[in-house]
């Protein structure tokens, strides 16, 4: 047998176990606890806490929360007289059990609308509809939501205005009338205009008019949200960043709200997230269905570590950055836009285990301290 000096040893065990127990202390949100809130989307089943090992990875990781669905128009109000806030009170009480900074999404979006709200056809009942749909909720969590996402995705690609069925009733007024509504409900209340590809130049042109138009006619706006479905690629940091300047030099706060990044090709060069949108695929559009190849595993680290550099050299003006998932067993991406793909869009995969994408978002801040 072998002698083993005890001093060695001793020293050996101790710097083992001062390592393992650094290691099991970092998290994204302690990382970044002095820059911004890091946050994620919740699904129905983590609201509820179904799976014990996510809810213990959201709760170390994340101090900010959105629901993914479940507070969208066509879960709380299915009937013009029926509210449902079952899962939405159990969202809000997980966010304060847990002491997170909790996000409300969305109040006014042409997506996902209970089928009775699409047959609206007049002003009267729209007005009617946004009053009572805005105030309802907007009251009832007066004081516990830190920030409302007031307007989903009211633009097309080019700047212009969607024509949603909110547009085509009201005009250009109800943008206003919203964010009004909102305030009025909850005056403490942070009120986000929420789109994506708003850090494209024609878009983001279109965003800041619409974010001047609301404030011009009395609307508070509080916040924009970049909702950050990026690819490896695109958008460059060069464009993200004009756009954290030119929103910030509105005096309103930039959130970064539903970031994630596809890795897997995109037949129709498509961006951002128009959930309109669905298409078949083949097996060559699923090209990694098992694993996620080193090199992309890498390249997707590294795309990470830029947003993030550039994050953190804007922290003063990024309120919140927030994924759109815990991991990526639950993306979004995985169906969109071809369904039953395998896309590794965040820091952790569908086994929960943190990818080389979180080491190097943690990395940025052990180089600075
Ligand atoms: O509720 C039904 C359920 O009853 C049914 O069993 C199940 C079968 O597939 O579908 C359920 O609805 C799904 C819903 O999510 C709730 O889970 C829809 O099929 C599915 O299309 C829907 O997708 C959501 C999408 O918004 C809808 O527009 C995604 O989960 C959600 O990540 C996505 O989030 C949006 C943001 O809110 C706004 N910005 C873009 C972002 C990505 O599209």
């Given at each position: 047998?072998?002698?083993?000096?005890?001093?060695?040893?001793?020293?050996?065990?101790?710097?083992?176990?001062?390592?393992?127990?650094?290691?099991?202390?970092?998290?994204?949100?302690?990382?970044?606890?002095?820059?911004?809130?890091?946050?994620?989307?919740?699904?129905?089943?983590?609201?509820?806490?179904?799976?014990?090992?996510?809810?213990?990875?959201?709760?170390?990781?994340?101090?900010?929360?959105?629901?993914?669905?479940?507070?969208?128009?066509?879960?709380?109000?299915?009937?013009?007289?029926?509210?449902?806030?079952?899962?939405?009170?159990?969202?809000?009480?997980?966010?304060?059990?847990?002491?997170?900074?909790?996000?409300?999404?969305?109040?006014?979006?042409?997506?996902?609308?209970?089928?009775?709200?699409?047959?609206?056809?007049?002003?009267?009942?729209?007005?009617?509809?946004?009053?009572?749909?805005?105030?309802?909720?907007?009251s009832k969590y007066k004081g516990r939501i830190?920030?409302?996402?007031?307007?989903?995705?009211?633009?097309?690609?080019?700047?212009?205005?969607?024509?949603?069925v909110f547009l085509n009733t009201l005009g250009?007024?109800?943008?206003?009338?919203?964010?009004?509504?909102?305030?009025?409900?909850?005056?403490?209340?942070?009120?986000?205009?929420?789109?994506?590809?708003?850090?494209?130049?024609?878009?983001?042109?279109?965003?800041?008019?619409?974010?001047?138009?609301?404030?011009?006619?009395?609307?508070?706006?509080?916040?924009?949200?970049?909702?950050?479905?990026?690819?490896?690629?695109?958008?460059?940091?060069?464009?993200?960043?004009?756009?954290?300047?030119?929103?910030?030099?509105?005096?309103?706060?930039?959130?970064?709200?539903?970031?994630?990044?596809?890795?897997?090709?995109?037949?129709?060069?498509?961006?951002?997230?128009?959930?309109?949108?669905?298409?078949?695929?083949?097996?060559?559009?699923?090209?990694?269905?098992?694993?996620?190849?080193?090199?992309?595993?890498?390249?997707?680290?590294?795309?990470?570590?830029?947003?993030?550099?550039?994050?953190?050299?804007?922290?003063?003006?990024?309120?919140?950055?927030?994924?759109?998932?815990?991991?990526?067993?639950?993306?979004?991406?995985?169906?969109?836009?071809?369904?039953?793909?395998?896309?590794?869009?965040?820091?952790?995969?569908?086994?929960?285990?943190?990818?080389?994408?979180?080491?190097?978002?943690?990395?940025?801040?052990?180089?600075?301290?």
């Amino acid at each position: 047998m072998k002698f083993i000096n005890p001093y060695v040893f001793a020293v050996a065990t101790l710097l083992m176990v001062s390592c393992s127990s650094k290691k099991e202390t970092l998290s994204l949100k302690d990382a970044y606890k002095n820059d911004f809130y890091i946050g994620t989307a919740l699904s129905a089943d983590q609201i509820q806490g179904k799976n014990t090992k996510e809810d213990s990875l959201i709760k170390k990781e994340f101090n900010a929360i959105t629901a993914e669905n479940i507070m969208k128009s066509m879960f709380v109000h299915p009937q013009k007289d029926k509210y449902n806030f079952t899962l939405a009170d159990k969202y809000v009480a997980y966010g304060e059990k847990n002491k997170m900074f909790i996000h409300g999404h969305t109040l006014i979006w042409h997506s996902q609308l209970a089928p009775w709200m699409e047959k609206i056809k007049d002003s009267t009942e729209m007005k009617a509809f946004m009053k009572d749909h805005i105030t309802t909720i907007v009251s009832k969590y007066k004081g516990r939501i830190g920030s409302w996402d007031v307007v989903n995705e009211a633009l097309n690609e080019d700047g212009t205005l969607r024509k949603s069925v909110f547009l085509n009733t009201l005009g250009e007024q109800y943008l206003v009338d919203a964010f009004k509504l909102a305030a009025k409900a909850d005056p403490k209340v942070d009120l986000y205009y929420n789109d994506y590809n708003i850090e494209d130049p024609a878009k983001r042109a279109g965003a800041i008019a619409l974010i001047k138009k609301i404030k011009a006619a009395g609307g508070k706006v509080d916040g924009v949200g970049i909702q950050g479905h990026w690819r490896l690629a695109s958008p460059s940091i060069e464009e993200i960043e004009k756009s954290i300047l030119e929103y910030s030099a509105l005096g309103i706060k930039v959130a970064f709200t539903e970031l994630d990044i596809t890795v897997l090709p995109n037949p129709w060069d498509l961006k951002g997230a128009d959930v309109n949108q669905n298409f078949e695929g083949s097996e060559k559009m699923n090209p990694y269905p098992k694993a996620l190849p080193d090199s992309i595993q890498n390249k997707l680290a590294e795309r990470y570590a830029s947003i993030f550099k550039l994050f953190l050299k804007h922290k003063d003006k990024i309120s919140r950055v927030t994924f759109w998932g815990v991991h990526d067993g639950q993306s979004w991406l995985n169906d969109w836009p071809i369904k039953g793909r395998t896309n590794y869009p965040l820091p952790f995969d569908a086994q929960l285990k943190h990818k080389k994408a979180y080491d190097s978002i943690l990395q940025l801040k052990a180089k600075k301290e």
